[in-house]
């Protein structure tokens, strides 16, 4: 699935890779502010927005792109060179996203569920709400008394601490705050558990189902994607979280058994760079913008095709996110607000067998 992009010089050497260089985020080594992204050529970027738009307005399409509409539902855009691939811009509505967001933060990364801090830390309760009320986790170790000795020894588990326990006893033991924490999760796995390190489901772990509102809203958004009279059937999710700085490297999802039925991939939060190749590295992407509420099905041949996400922005501008905003403008929000205006969430829903 996700190989990683293995060395330096390796860079320049395909098409995909050339892509995911141009857009990738670089500083401007000669801006006198700190930190300055580098500017990026965007005008090659495919914007289904503004598609959407000019077909409502007056029913034209660009060269290669054709539209399929479903009863009274939203138009999917589909592309002439990439069978299988769907694009449906603003699928979700901003209660949606709000809900989907929440649940992405709050629920998702629960134990049985795992995420990329499970192989560190063991499993991890309540990392969302530990980080907005500034906990710390703490190494447990083999003495009782480890946060007055420091834990040298073994670490046997870890907990969360209020911050002014973890200061008043001296920084002895191992720990990590946990909005670190959540700054630092990058996935988490719903349903069946995918094994990273063996490239498979594993389905010997424990796991709960994919949740019933998530399950519905997947087999709605898949079943212009089906093969005629199936239904879609979820059984497990990965979801990607991405900070400033984040990618995710061009990979193929070829773990699941059938791969005519579609990858439903449902955008939240700060505004993407999405490209999408052909069977071959070697075969130039299409780039295109990825906003929050815009669902992506990937089915049949376009299963076969490299794709992954160079670039998030989080700048005001770039990262269109004013009216997602306003849904977390709540007091009780604010901590989720925080947290989206400079992140990215991905939800992506597999039928497995
Ligand atoms: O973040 C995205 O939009 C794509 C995610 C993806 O391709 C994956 O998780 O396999
Ligand atoms: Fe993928």
Known sequence: MYGPDKVADDSERTAFRRAEKKYKLYYDPASKKKKQPKNVDLSEVLDFKSILESYNDNGELPLGITVLRCG???????????????????????????????????NFPQPPNRTNHNAFYGPIQNLFLAAKERKVLVAEGTSPACLNSGCKGDVQGWKFFEEHVVSSRGKTCKSISASVLLRKLRWTTLGLQFDWSKRDYDVSLPHNKIPNALSELAKRLAAPAMPLGEEFQPEAAIVNYFGLGDSLGGHLDDMEEDWSKPIVSMSLGCKAIFLLGGKSREDPPLAMFLRSGDVILMAGEARECFHGVPRIFTDKENAEIAALEMQFSHEDDLYFLEYIQTSRININIRQVY
């Open 72 to 106: 009274s539902g939203q138009p999917l855009f589909c592309l002439e060179q990439c069978t299988g691939f769907y694009f449906i811009p603003g699928a979700l509505n901003l209660e949606e996203q709000y809900q989907w967001i929440k649940e992405s933060l709050i």
